[in-house]
């Protein structure tokens, strides 16, 4: 998306992605790493109300 529609953007594109982390094998350890609708939420909040 940045690299063909960078002139129609307002603000950076922002990576939503699991945390640089190495992924444990533990149940609650990996849904702390990887994203969820809050996190994606977080994030869109993040870039959109600057």
């Known amino acids: ?3 063909y529609a960078f002139d129609y ?3 950076p594109v922002k990576r939503v992605s ?3 982390t190495p992924l444990a094998f ?3 350890l ?3 790493s990887l994203p969820n609708v809050g996190r ?3 994030a869109c909040k993040a870039v ?3």
């Open 1 to 3: 998306v940045q690299k």
């Open 9 to 11: 953007l307002d603000a």
């Open 18 to 20: 699991q945390a640089d």
């Open 26 to 28: 533990a149940k609650p």
């Open 30 to 32: 990996i849904e702390a």
């Open 40 to 42: 994606v939420i977080e």
């Open 48 to 50: 959109l109300y600057k």
